[in-house]
């Protein structure tokens, strides 16, 4: 080759070089240094004249005009407070929006339960006043009029009289792990998605609250390692499949009278009451039961006075019921707005109390994803929901009286929306694959009044690591069924050569991880795998969400085997495209992903090279009672469900390379599972590798973890695939 050749070569060679030259991204851009933070609004709490919001800012809570974004009033200023309160975490305020509940030192439970200490204050004044001296307590709740406050402490119902600062106790037997009142046992709070346990009455008189009786449930015990001569053990009460629930029963406390009232039982559905909530009557108590099968659920309205009650909905389903917050009761208190999987899908139902008249206001084989509230004076309700498209979510208004609904969100992707209480304005956030939330003030109408952030700084740093774009596609399942999926290539990508492929499942019962909307800090991760060479592909199975029901339930009773065959199916079709190394297949979850990845790679040990599995359940026998027997049943009752798809029972069949790694401090999928899993491939004398994390839940965060735990992802794969 002559020089001059060689000169120009070298010259391309360059070009193309300085043509795809990035910076390359590191586990610690993303989990030490947060270089990848996308900027969010703070929440809106917005005030009842519609037009100004509210938030927390450092020692202040200043309100401001929604339409312009200027501040107009400084509610509450600690530096002008007489108190030993140092930092605010967090306030409520009374529905006429004088006073305010201002909470510090708040101290995190389980996912959804804290305590905190709570200051009452008189918006003006220059001192609060302790609700509860010295003492931590839960849930402090204004009575609708803001003359009283109740809370709950130690497992006991109490309300203040702010007046006279008299203390009144409501219930006296709480105890722990033994009769817990007006908050929610470890199971409702974490699979009924509640823990305040307790609701005032619209006119102040009443306090309706749950009473679990957890004396005969199993206790779990966690043990944390804190640098101390002995562990600290946390026993909790938790019910694992087949076993005791909490005995559930609801009271009402008649302030004025000081007597209460229990409501009288469903006699055939005893098992769950997953929902209180107050009538537009201040007599009648909305209460939700269900069979322990969750496949039959009812409405009943019950006499705050006698405790009897009436039935005012009942739904059957040959599958489970799934709970939800879409009870609306209108003000005439003859109607109320539901949604129900009915119809096969997802929609928005209008009924009439005692007439037995339904009708159905949203139709069509597209789901209703949520509700965001019934605008009473206009007659008008807002929702999102994925009629586009599965992988997107747009916001809709449609009349109470039924017709065509109005599209307010134009264009494509993932669309959120935060209400105004006279729904005259609405907070638009909005994101896609490949772009980052932007936020947005808008009219009803959806027409734009002014940005509150678009997360430009992000997408110019996209561009500058030359960030890969997310693209969907769609593969072909087990049993012919299409799934939709979505992959990033590397860099100067070429269909000619061959990839490894790194796929990242989750798949659980309406879950998504294949929508077009921006996947935060694990983006970053999958960028910079693909950065060093891989192709990262995540695939919704059957079973998850967004399809109708029919979709969505089709797992049930086998949890773990359709999803299993999907992801197994769509490896194998990945294996023969030209661009992928067919050898180098592997794949990676967290929880039911966890369960997944693990199950996955045991039962597809000719396509998967590899598998990490984060706080994994590795038998469905370990988990509790709630969510898992409403897929699955119990045992006793579906034990081949169980037996074929438990990762522990099929341990002999590892060939790939598997990491496993757990929280020991996980009160929701527990240590056991990693432990369990551990015992089955030592018995079947299988190599594997673990990682465990001392005193981490489910999450396994704090400080270096993230950090720590994704260092070792990284590794494994770049070891092992």
Same mark, same amino acid.
Request: aromatic residues 12%.
């Given at each position: 080759m002559?020089?001059?050749?060689y000169?120009?070569?070298?010259?391309l060679?360059?070009i193309?070089?300085?043509?795809?030259a990035?910076?390359?991204?590191?586990v610690?851009d993303?989990?030490q240094?947060y270089?990848?933070?996308?900027?969010?609004?703070?929440?809106?709490?917005f005030?009842?004249?519609g037009?100004?919001y509210?938030?927390?800012e450092?020692?202040?809570?200043?309100?401001?005009?929604?339409?312009t974004?200027k501040?107009?009033e400084?509610?509450? +200023?600690l *530096? @002008?407070?007489?108190?030993d309160v140092?930092?605010v !975490?967090? #306030?409520?305020? %009374?529905? +006429?929006? *004088? @006073?305010m509940?201002?909470?510090?030192r708040?101290? !995190?439970? #389980?996912?959804r %339960?804290a305590?905190?200490?709570?200051?009452v204050?008189?918006?003006?004044a220059?001192?609060?006043?302790?609700?509860?001296?010295?003492?931590?307590v839960?849930?402090?709740?204004?009575s609708?009029?803001?003359?009283?406050?109740?809370f709950?402490y130690?497992?006991n119902v109490?309300?203040r009289e702010l007046?006279?600062?008299?203390?009144?106790?409501v219930?006296?037997?709480g105890?722990?792990?033994?009769?817990?009142?007006?908050s929610?046992d470890?199971?409702y709070?974490?699979?009924f998605?509640m823990?305040?346990?307790?609701?005032?009455s619209?006119?102040?008189?009443?306090?309706a609250?749950?009473?679990f009786?957890?004396?005969?449930?199993?206790?779990f015990?966690?043990?944390?390692?804190?640098?101390?001569?002995?562990?600290?053990?946390?026993?909790f009460?938790y019910p694992?499949?087949?076993?005791?629930?909490?005995?559930?029963?609801?009271h009402?406390?008649?302030?004025?009278?000081?007597q209460?009232?229990?409501?009288?039982?469903?006699t055939?559905?005893?098992?769950?009451?997953?929902?209180i909530?107050?009538?537009?009557?201040?007599d009648?108590l909305c209460i939700?039961?269900?069979n322990?099968?969750?496949n039959?659920?009812r409405?009943?309205?019950?006499d705050?006075?006698?405790?009897?009650?009436?039935?005012i909905?009942e739904e059957?389903?040959?599958?489970y019921?799934?709970i939800?917050?879409n009870?609306?009761?209108?003000?005439?208190?003859?109607?109320?707005v539901?949604?129900?999987e009915?119809s096969?899908?997802?929609h928005i139902y209008l009924?009439?109390?005692?007439?037995?008249?339904?009708?159905?206001?949203?139709?069509?084989?597209?789901?209703?994803?949520?509700?965001y509230?019934?605008?009473?004076?206009?007659?008008?309700?807002?929702?999102?929901?994925?009629?586009?498209?599965?992988?997107?979510?747009?916001?809709?208004e449609?009349?109470m009286?039924g017709?065509?609904?109005?599209a307010?969100t134009?264009?494509?992707g993932?669309?959120?929306?935060?209400?105004?209480?006279?729904?005259?304005?609405?907070?638009?956030?909005?994101s896609?694959?490949?772009r980052?939330?932007s936020?947005e003030?808008?009219?009803?109408?959806?027409?734009?009044?002014r940005?509150?952030?678009?997360?430009?700084?992000?997408t110019?740093i996209?561009e500058?690591?030359?960030?890969?774009?997310?693209?969907?596609?769609?593969?072909?399942g087990?049993?012919?069924v299409e799934?939709?999926a979505w992959?990033?290539?590397?860099?100067?990508?070429?269909e000619t050569?061959?990839?490894p492929?790194?796929?990242y499942?989750?798949g659980?019962p309406?879950?998504?991880?294949?929508?077009?909307?921006?996947?935060?800090?694990?983006?970053?991760?999958?960028?910079?795998?693909?950065?060093q060479?891989?192709?990262?592909?995540?695939v919704?199975?059957?079973?998850?969400?967004?399809?109708?029901?029919?979709?969505?339930?089709?797992?049930y009773?086998q949890?773990?085997?359709y999803e299993?065959?999907d992801?197994?199916a769509?490896a194998?079709?990945?294996?023969?495209?030209p661009?992928?190394?067919?050898?180098?297949?592997g794949?990676?979850?967290w929880?039911y992903?966890?369960y997944?990845?693990?199950?996955?790679l045991?039962?597809?040990a000719?396509?998967?090279k590899m598998?990490?599995?984060v706080?994994?359940?590795?038998?469905?026998?370990?988990?509790?009672t709630i969510?898992?027997e409403?897929?699955?049943?119990t045992?006793?009752?579906n034990?081949?469900?169980?037996a074929?798809?438990?990762p522990?029972?099929?341990a002999?069949?590892?060939?790939g390379?598997?990491?496993?790694?757990h929280?020991m401090?996980?009160?929701?999928?527990?240590?056991?599972?990693a432990?369990?899993?551990?015992n089955a491939?030592?018995?079947a004398?299988?190599q594997?590798?673990t990682?465990?994390y001392p005193?981490?839940?489910?999450?396994?965060?704090?400080?270096?973890?993230?950090?720590?735990l994704?260092?070792?992802?990284?590794?494994?794969v770049?070891?092992n695939?």
């Amino acid at each position: 080759m002559s020089s001059r050749a060689y000169g120009s070569l070298l010259l391309l060679c360059l070009i193309g070089i300085c043509a795809t030259a990035q910076t390359p991204i590191s586990v610690a851009d993303i989990w030490q240094d947060y270089k990848f933070t996308t900027k969010s609004v703070p929440g809106f709490n917005f005030l009842q004249d519609g037009k100004h919001y509210v938030r927390l800012e450092d020692k202040q809570i200043n309100s401001y005009d929604i339409t312009t974004g200027k501040k107009a009033e400084t509610l509450f +200023d600690l *530096s @002008q407070v007489q108190s030993d309160v140092m930092k605010v !975490s967090g #306030y409520s305020l %009374s529905d +006429d929006e *004088s @006073q305010m509940l201002i909470r510090s030192r708040t101290e !995190s439970i #389980y996912r959804r %339960s804290a305590k905190s200490i709570y200051h009452v204050y008189q918006r003006g004044a220059t001192e609060m006043t302790p609700l509860f001296p010295d003492e931590k307590v839960m849930y402090a709740s204004f009575s609708p009029d803001g003359t009283k406050v109740a809370f709950v402490y130690d497992n006991n119902v109490y309300y203040r009289e702010l007046s006279s600062g008299i203390i009144t106790q409501v219930t006296h037997d709480g105890k722990m792990n033994h009769i817990i009142n007006g908050s929610a046992d470890w199971v409702y709070e974490e699979e009924f998605s509640m823990s305040k346990a307790f609701a005032w009455s619209p006119d102040s008189e009443k306090i309706a609250y749950y009473r679990f009786d957890e004396s005969e449930v199993p206790e779990f015990t966690m043990t944390n390692y804190r640098d101390e001569l002995y562990p600290e053990y946390v026993t909790f009460k938790y019910p694992k499949v087949g076993e005791k629930n909490s005995k559930v029963t609801i009271h009402i406390h008649s302030l004025t009278s000081g007597q209460t009232a229990e409501a009288d039982p469903d006699t055939e559905l005893t098992e769950y009451i997953p929902r209180i909530q107050w009538s537009s009557d201040p007599d009648l108590l909305c209460i939700t039961t269900m069979n322990r099968h969750q496949n039959h659920l009812r409405l009943r309205l019950v006499d705050a006075g006698s405790g009897k009650a009436k039935e005012i909905l009942e739904e059957k389903n040959e599958y489970y019921i799934d709970i939800h917050d879409n009870l609306t009761f209108l003000p005439s208190g003859k109607q109320f707005v539901w949604t129900s999987e009915q119809s096969g899908y997802n929609h928005i139902y209008l009924h009439t109390i005692g007439k037995d008249k339904v009708r159905q206001l949203t139709m069509g084989d597209w789901d209703v994803t949520e509700v965001y509230g019934v605008d009473e004076k206009n007659k008008k309700i807002y929702f999102q929901a994925a009629d586009k498209s599965p992988l997107e979510r747009h916001i809709y208004e449609i009349s109470m009286k039924g017709g065509s609904m109005k599209a307010l969100t134009p264009g494509t992707g993932t669309f959120s929306a935060q209400w105004s209480s006279t729904y005259d304005y609405w907070i638009k956030t909005h994101s896609s694959a490949n772009r980052a939330p932007s936020y947005e003030v808008v009219q009803r109408d959806g027409k734009s009044v002014r940005g509150l952030e678009d997360n430009a700084e992000m997408t110019g740093i996209m561009e500058t690591m030359n960030a890969r774009p997310v693209e969907f596609f769609r593969v072909p399942g087990a049993d012919g069924v299409e799934l939709h999926a979505w992959r990033i290539t590397p860099p100067d990508f070429d269909e000619t050569q061959e990839y490894p492929v790194l796929m990242y499942v989750y798949g659980g019962p309406g879950s998504q991880t294949v929508k077009d909307s921006y996947m935060g800090m694990n983006y970053w991760w999958y960028q910079m795998l693909a950065q060093q060479g891989y192709v990262v592909v995540s695939v919704d199975n059957r079973g998850t969400g967004a399809r109708g029901q029919e979709w969505k339930k089709m797992t049930y009773l086998q949890l773990g085997k359709y999803e299993t065959q999907d992801q197994i199916a769509a490896a194998k079709h990945l294996a023969t495209l030209p661009y992928v190394d067919g050898e180098r297949v592997g794949i990676w979850g967290w929880s039911y992903g966890g369960y997944m990845s693990s199950l996955c790679l045991l039962k597809g040990a000719d396509i998967f090279k590899m598998a990490m599995a984060v706080a994994p359940v590795t038998n469905w026998k370990w988990y509790d009672t709630i969510y898992t027997e409403r897929y699955m049943r119990t045992p006793a009752e579906n034990p081949d469900g169980y037996a074929d798809n438990s990762p522990v029972y099929f341990a002999d069949q590892l060939e790939g390379k598997y990491l496993l790694i757990h929280g020991m401090g996980d009160d929701n999928v527990h240590f056991q599972n990693a432990v369990e899993m551990s015992n089955a491939l030592i018995k079947a004398n299988k190599q594997y590798d673990t990682y465990y994390y001392p005193n981490r839940n489910h999450g396994i965060y704090g400080g270096n973890t993230r950090l720590h735990l994704f260092n070792k992802l990284t590794d494994f794969v770049k070891e092992n695939l």
